[in-house]
């Protein structure tokens, strides 16, 4: 396996899933979840010291084999570096496009620079990696592609503007491969879309821009949010059925995207407010 370091005689067909986004919150409990069924990780994100940390945990732990692979997907050539990688590890079983960020902000408020960095870590990179996979002859034999999006990718999210509709195309982009996948003879590949609500963790900090040191998210906010194992123990539950392309975190994920398509007109008004009280605090209003 050229991704999984010192290969053993005794494991040469070891399955291997490969999570972007593992250093932390969802993605860090998937990979525990996973761990426990005997994968041999590769790990990405951009944080060095937590992936190691979180490698030697899982080694440990499970007894499986980490690999860590720290690296900014939201940049082009990383992107194809880790793409090219992909498309040759022996045994990749499973695909886990988990990694995003996001600006709670103004839509005309957001620089440049920060709005062609959303688009390309949450869409190009599920691109490139997912199109890698694809192209890798054993994951075509039964692989796993799981793309995790949110609730944003059904319902327009005034004030996170561009992440919701980066969202809204990893909606589309699994549900197209997916029956493309399904048509071809050849493809034996499982895509599944993760549809979550919010997540209890450090990542909108830094992520989505809303967070002082030292604040709570807002409590209108955490009425909606899940605890990262709980989560985790959720979806790869559910992944591990290969029977939808969609599936959800907990019920109100699925309910609030119902409703939305029911009434939008009254719900965009809430969704603007409730992220105009996080902007305000962000920015001290």
Not at 16 to 30: D, H, M, P, W
Not at 44 to 57: H, I, K, P, Q, S
Not at 204 to 215: A, F, I, T
Request: proline fraction near 4%.
């Amino acid at each position: 396996m050229p991704l999984i370091a010192e290969p053993s005689s005794s494991t040469s067909d070891q399955s291997v899933a490969l999570i972007t986004g593992a250093s932390e919150g969802f993605g860090r409990e998937l990979t525990r979840q996973i761990a426990a069924d005997g994968f041999d990780l590769v790990l990405v994100a951009r944080n060095e010291a937590r992936l190691n940390e979180l490698a030697r945990d899982l080694e440990s732990t499970f007894g499986i084999r980490a690999l860590v692979r720290p690296t900014d997907l939201a940049d082009g050539e990383a992107q194809r570096q880790l793409a090219a990688e992909v498309q040759r590890i022996e045994g990749l079983a499973v695909l886990v496009n988990n990694a995003a960020v996001s600006q709670v902000d103004l839509f005309h408020d957001i620089p440049v620079d920060t709005i062609q960095r959303i688009v390309a870590l949450n869409i190009g990179a599920v691109s490139v990696l997912s199109r890698a996979a694809f192209n890798n002859q054993d994951f075509c034999h039964g692989g796993i592609l799981l793309n995790v999006s949110s609730i944003g990718g059904s319902m327009p999210l005034p004030l996170d503007s561009i992440c919701s509709a980066t969202k809204a195309a990893i909606d589309h982009l699994s549900a197209a491969i997916a029956f493309e996948a399904k048509k071809n003879p050849h493809m034996h590949v499982h895509v599944q879309l993760a549809k979550l609500g919010g997540i209890r963790s450090d990542w909108s900090d830094r992520s989505m821009g809303v967070l002082k040191p030292g604040e709570t998210m807002s409590k209108t906010f955490q009425t909606f949010v899940n605890e990262p194992e709980d989560a985790a123990v959720a979806i790869w539950k559910k992944t591990k059925l290969r029977k939808k392309l969609m599936v959800a975190d907990r019920w109100d994920a699925t309910v609030w995207r119902y409703v939305f398509s029911l009434f939008p007109r009254l719900l965009m008004p809430w969704v603007y407010g409730n992220n105009s009280s996080e902007r305000s605090r962000r920015v001290g209003i």
